[in-house]
Every structure is written in structure tokens, then in C-alpha cells.
DNA sequence: CTGAAAGCGCTTACAG
DNA sequence: CTGAAAGCGCTTACAG
């Protein structure tokens, strides 16, 4: 049992509402009375329950993020990049997975822990728009990601479009003819690589490339493991790319150890693009390139609009914001010189 | 603002006790009366304000976990379990990170967000037993990984020393004679590589083998960066190892390339050992040979130690347990057979 | 089986 | 500049 704020009053011979001034810094405190009370806080090792003020306030200065799999180290550095920026508005991070499973995610847009997160920021992989409509509660909803709704929610991601015509444009003018698209999924409509997909077929028709389905090849995940079977399963059904744009690095990592065990070479015979700029793709035995969406404005962008919303800011618009994305070359798409 | 429990009472005409006993299942309602309220909550979408309960009981439900960087994928595979395990005991989990700075533990270990967290897990790198002396508040906290304290809170870690020589034996075994020794740091007494290297040394000396000090590799930080670096110092003052033992996976893997750099073969010319068996590992070009802590289990048993402990469990002794690990053979120490 | 009331530890008008 | 008092929304003995 600590010491409560009239614990401290009584010991220093003042109201609750004297030490509750100068816990809080209140300016208008005499520095006789103010040392007076700090001897007592002091002496009784008092800290203030942040509970009781939680209550009081109603608010927590808990955010919580929830991303899919934090085994992913896009995600993972994802995360990171959130809580340095809580921090830097006061606020501490409850991290949750989903597992990119529709029904946990629904649970957690919900509001998990009611009353005990001020505002909460979701990467979101199978929810659907309908799962939005009637969320209780009132902290503030921040999207981040590639899935698109028609909700009125802020929704945090770079243009994915434009991002995957950009990998796409760099390989085609290395001269590259058959690029392969890993990462699609059966249904395509609102799944995640949708807009990655549509990038790659877009670059396709204004480089003059016929766009072959054969190339695409569909997964259930989006691993390591999950590209290296869709690499293999491409490569059994003798598609022969020349080239092959993943849906993340993660895949693409899967997908140059697949090649490699069949004795294809990176990149001389097969060039291969990622995509979210993990560390692991600069340091693999070839260098991966790919797509680098800027992290830490995501994060910043994210937290800054949940922020903005619990300071009430007026007639705020639910808004799409569109941080931006650099393409980063690396050896495994080095031109064909050796 | 959401409805309160006096206004679901109000609207149903009984008392909020008799609503606080059907929000919390309390057995003894009778059906007619659980139904009535239950109507009026449903009408009102109350939603207990668990802050308020928070207050009331003295307890959240929340556990902290505090690691040295998410961007390290062990640790995020860890936070995931922790996630996970905590959720088994309705937990949620709130996630700091210290980036290993001990100004940074101390603060996290001292109980931020007091009353907020129940109990905390750390995972702490420069942490000294001494800032564990005053720990004010009565959160329980239990500490996870290598460092080791005599300061009396429960630890979790494998059996480090007897980790390093598994991994040394079995470079030994390939015979392998100049086994290097990735991440000391210049102050050896109580950094976290501590263990492992003195495990290094032991095996060697098991081993037959003299344990040269030019084959030692200090680093300042723990990344793939830095076991490029170190592999690539070692390498620049001559000193010809032909097995590399690192302090974890990721600098194993920045070892990897800096060897593939320099034009070395791994196996072939050097072989390579890392720690974490992160899942990286399995899927770089030339597939990582690690020793694997059971990760599942640490997570496991720091949220069950903290749960026991929040439980009251009568005389808890601290202890230290240390859960189990296995080498995992691959293509980085593969037999010379080529 | 249900109700009336106190209290968890704060903050905040409202006085003075 | 400081104090007395109400109230945030629950839970929990204590009665009945």
C-alpha cells in the first residue's frame, strides 16, 4: 500500500488540494509551501495513483496499437517507431496482435480494454468496412495500412500503386520481360495485396508487357515460407520469370532462398523486388531491393491524428494521408554486367 | 459518454449492485432479473468503465514488458509471446522499450505508469544490481535474459555458459581449430555477452584448444551492423579464424555477409554459429546454424511467475529457472564434404 | 436473492 | 495562494 495524496496533506499539515498543486506543478504555489509538502511526499515515498486520475480525468494516456504478427519485422520496427512517437506526446503503448485473423480484429476496432486506451491505431489485414460501422465508444480509430475502407476513419499508407508501378518500372527497365507478382490471394477484391497487384498490372500495360497470369502466383500467408512456396509452385509449373516483384520482403526473402536451392541465380538470371525495407534485406547475401515505405512517418502520421482527435481538435475531416516511399536498389536487381 | 452502471440500474429499477452482479456473472441472480437488466444494458450499450474498476479493485490487468529494441527480432518474437501468454491470463500487455540504455531500465524497472501495470518483465542490458535496490511500489517484477542480479527477483534464462559451449562443441566436433568469438564488449565484467564468451572460452579449453585473444571481437552494439563490423576488424588484423561464434543471430548474419564480401566461403572456409534462432536465420542464402531458446517457454513462465506473484502466492521464493534450448544444425556449419 | 452506502485516490469548480 | 467538498464509476461488506 502506498501513500495516498491525504496521507501526504496530513503529514505536511496542509488540504489534499495543497500537495495535488504542487504534484502537478501547479505555478501559483508559495516555494516555502511547496518544499513543505515536498518534504512529506518525500518522507512517505508518495506516488500519485494514476489510476484514480484515469478516472477522474477520463483519460489513461494509453494508446493501443494493433498490428498483425509482430514476428513480422516490418511490423515490429513498425511498432517501435509508434511508441518512440507516443512518447514523445506522453503517451504509453498497449501492443496487441491479430494475427491478421478477421475476427480478432473486429474485437479490438470494438475498443478492447474500454475506458482504458484513449485512442487506438490498427493495422488491419481481413476486417471488412461493415466490421466498422458501429463501434461504441468514442476513442479515436486510426487505419494504417494498405486495406482501403469507406469508413469515416483516418487511414495512415503510402500509395500503393504508385509504389508497386514504381518496382515494377524499375524492372522493366533493366530489360526484364516475365515479371512474376508473389503474394495475391484467391479472392482478390479487398485482400491486401490488391493494390500491389493492380500496381504491377498497371506498369505492365505502359511498359508494352503482356501480363501474364501465369506469373502470378497466390498465397495464404505473407512469410518467408509463404514466399519460398509460391516461388516453387511459379517454378513448377514452368513459368520461367525473369524477374519477380513480392508482395513484402519477407516474401521475397522466401523467394531468393527458393531460387537459390534450384540453382537460379540472383540476380543475373532472376532479378527480385520487395517490398517495406526491412533491416534483413540489406543484409542478406544479396542485398534485396525494395520498395521502402518512410516508417517513421507512418508512425508519426498515426499518432499525431490520434492525438489531435483526443485534443478534440473541431470538425477534424476523417482523412487519407499518404506518407511517402522511396525505391531502394540493391544487388538483387544489379544490372546483368558479369 | 457512455451510459454508467446507475443508469443501466436506474432503467431497469433495481439497484447497481444487482447490475454489478449480472456485468460480473455473479451467480446468485435469478434468470428473470439477469434478463431485465440485461435489456437495459443492451438499450443503453453500457460498457463497464474499467478504469473505475481498476481503481476500486487496485488491480488492471495490464503487465509491462520492457525489451532493448523491437527492431531486433528476437526480442519481437519474444513480445509476441509474452502477448500471447499474458492474453492466456487476461492480460494485456503494454510495451516499452529501453533501446538498452540503462538511464532508460532504470526508469522502467522503478515502475512507470504506477498503478497502472500490475507487474512488469524486463529484458535488461546495462541495468546494475544496484539500481534494483529501492524499487518503490509492489508491482512484481521479473527479469528475463542474460544479465544475471543478486538482487532478489525471480530470473528467467536458459543456461547461457552451457549454450556457448553446445555451440562451441559443435564447431569443435567439425574441426574446426580458430573458433572467433563475435560481441564482447571492452569492460567484460557484467555485460550481457559475459556468459557466452565465458562459455567460449571453457569449451575451448575442454576442447584442447587455446583460446587466442585475437580471435575475441568486441562490439558496441548487438545488430547485424555490428557483426559486420567486428567480423570485418577481426578479419582486417589478420587474424584467419576458421569458425565464428556469435553473441546472437543477427550478428551472425551481418558476420555472414561480411565474409561472402571478402570472397569466404561458409561453410567452406569459415563456419558460422549465431544465437536466437531467429526466424531469419532459417532463410538467409546460406541457412544459420543457431542455438535455439525456447522462447515460447521464457514468455510462459515470466507471465506465469508475475501472475503467481499478483496472486499472492505464499512465500514465493525469487528463483531463477531456466528454461530449456537446443542447437539447431544448418548449411552455416555443414560437415566439409565440397 | 437484492438494496443502500461507503470508499478506492484523485481533480476541480467554488469559496475565501 | 489555500481549503472543504463533491464526484469520476465502479465493488463490496453489511443488512435484510
Same mark, same amino acid.
Given at each position: 500500500?502506498?501513500?495516498?495524496?491525504?496521507?501526504?496533506?496530513?503529514? &505536511?499539515?496542509?488540504?489534499?488540494?495543497?500537495?495535488?498543486?504542487?504534484?502537478?506543478?501547479?505555478? !501559483?504555489?508559495?516555494?516555502a509551501m511547496r518544499e513543505r509538502v515536498q518534504r512529506a511526499i518525500d518522507e512517505l515515498g508518495y506516488r500519485p495513483n494514476l489510476t484514480a486520475r484515469h478516472l477522474r480525468k477520463g483519460r489513461t494516456g494509453i494508446i493501443a496499437l494493433a498490428v498483425p504478427e509482430l514476428g513480422n519485422p516490418y511490423f515490429a520496427e513498425l511498432a517501435g517507431a509508434v511508441i518512440d512517437a507516443a512518447a514523445r506526446h506522453d503517451y504509453t503503448?498497449?501492443?496487441? !496482435?491479430?494475427a491478421g485473423l478477421r475476427e480478432k480484429e473486429v474485437l479490438v476496432s470494438q475498443g478492447f480494454r474500454a475506458h482504458v486506451i484513449d485512442g487506438l491505431i490498427l493495422s488491419p489485414i481481413e476486417l471488412e468496412a461493415e466490421d466498422l460501422l458501429g463501434r461504441p465508444g468514442d476513442a479515436p480509430l486510426v487505419l494504417v495500412g494498405e486495406r482501403e475502407y469507406d469508413a469515416p476513419y483516418d487511414h495512415i499508407a503510402i500509395d500503393n500503386?504508385?509504389?508497386?508501378?514504381?518496382?515494377?518500372?524499375?524492372?522493366?527497365?533493366?530489360?526484364?520481360?516475365?515479371?512474376?507478382?508473389?503474394?495475391?490471394?484467391?479472392?482478390?477484391?479487398?485482400?491486401?495485396?490488391?493494390?500491389?497487384?493492380?500496381?504491377?498490372?498497371?506498369?505492365?500495360t505502359a511498359a508494352g508487357l503482356p501480363h501474364d497470369d501465369s506469373l502470378v502466383a497466390a498465397t495464404d500467408g505473407y512469410g518467408r515460407w509463404d514466399g519460398? &512456396?509460391?516461388?516453387?509452385?511459379?517454378l513448377d509449373r514452368g513459368a520461367q520469370p525473369d524477374a519477380v516483384f513480392a508482395y513484402n520482403d519477407l516474401m521475397a526473402l522466401g523467394a531468393m532462398r527458393a531460387l537459390v536451392e534450384r540453382g537460379l541465380r540472383v540476380p543475373q538470371d532472376v532479378s527480385v523486388v520487395g517490398f517495406d525495407d526491412v533491416e534483413e534485406g540489406r543484409f542478406s547475401t544479396v542485398a534485396l531491393t525494395t520498395v521502402s515505405p518512410d516508417k517513421q512517418a507512418i508512425a508519426r502520421l498515426a499518432?499525431?491524428?490520434?492525438?489531435a482527435r483526443l485534443a478534440g481538435a473541431p470538425q477534424l475531416q476523417p482523412e487519407r494521408i499518404r506518407p511517402g516511399y522511396t525505391l531502394v536498389a540493391r544487388e538483387s536487381t544489379a544490372p546483368r554486367t558479369g
Amino acid at each position: 500500500m502506498g501513500a495516498s495524496l491525504k496521507d501526504v496533506a496530513q503529514l &505536511a499539515g496542509v488540504s489534499v488540494k495543497t500537495v495535488s498543486n504542487v504534484v502537478n506543478n501547479y505555478p !501559483h504555489v508559495t516555494p516555502a509551501m511547496r518544499e513543505r509538502v515536498q518534504r512529506a511526499i518525500d518522507e512517505l515515498g508518495y506516488r500519485p495513483n494514476l489510476t484514480a486520475r484515469h478516472l477522474r480525468k477520463g483519460r489513461t494516456g494509453i494508446i493501443a496499437l494493433a498490428v498483425p504478427e509482430l514476428g513480422n519485422p516490418y511490423f515490429a520496427e513498425l511498432a517501435g517507431a509508434v511508441i518512440d512517437a507516443a512518447a514523445r506526446h506522453d503517451y504509453t503503448v498497449l501492443l496487441d !496482435h491479430t494475427a491478421g485473423l478477421r475476427e480478432k480484429e473486429v474485437l479490438v476496432s470494438q475498443g478492447f480494454r474500454a475506458h482504458v486506451i484513449d485512442g487506438l491505431i490498427l493495422s488491419p489485414i481481413e476486417l471488412e468496412a461493415e466490421d466498422l460501422l458501429g463501434r461504441p465508444g468514442d476513442a479515436p480509430l486510426v487505419l494504417v495500412g494498405e486495406r482501403e475502407y469507406d469508413a469515416p476513419y483516418d487511414h495512415i499508407a503510402i500509395d500503393n500503386v504508385a509504389a508497386a508501378r514504381t518496382a515494377v518500372r524499375h524492372l522493366a527497365g533493366l530489360g526484364r520481360q516475365r515479371i512474376a507478382f508473389l503474394g495475391a490471394r484467391r479472392e482478390m477484391a479487398r485482400q491486401p495485396a490488391h493494390l500491389r497487384l493492380r500496381g504491377w498490372r498497371e506498369e505492365l500495360t505502359a511498359a508494352g508487357l503482356p501480363h501474364d497470369d501465369s506469373l502470378v502466383a497466390a498465397t495464404d500467408g505473407y512469410g518467408r515460407w509463404d514466399g519460398a &512456396a509460391a516461388m516453387n509452385a511459379l517454378l513448377d509449373r514452368g513459368a520461367q520469370p525473369d524477374a519477380v516483384f513480392a508482395y513484402n520482403d519477407l516474401m521475397a526473402l522466401g523467394a531468393m532462398r527458393a531460387l537459390v536451392e534450384r540453382g537460379l541465380r540472383v540476380p543475373q538470371d532472376v532479378s527480385v523486388v520487395g517490398f517495406d525495407d526491412v533491416e534483413e534485406g540489406r543484409f542478406s547475401t544479396v542485398a534485396l531491393t525494395t520498395v521502402s515505405p518512410d516508417k517513421q512517418a507512418i508512425a508519426r502520421l498515426a499518432v499525431e491524428r490520434v492525438v489531435a482527435r483526443l485534443a478534440g481538435a473541431p470538425q477534424l475531416q476523417p482523412e487519407r494521408i499518404r506518407p511517402g516511399y522511396t525505391l531502394v536498389a540493391r544487388e538483387s536487381t544489379a544490372p546483368r554486367t558479369g
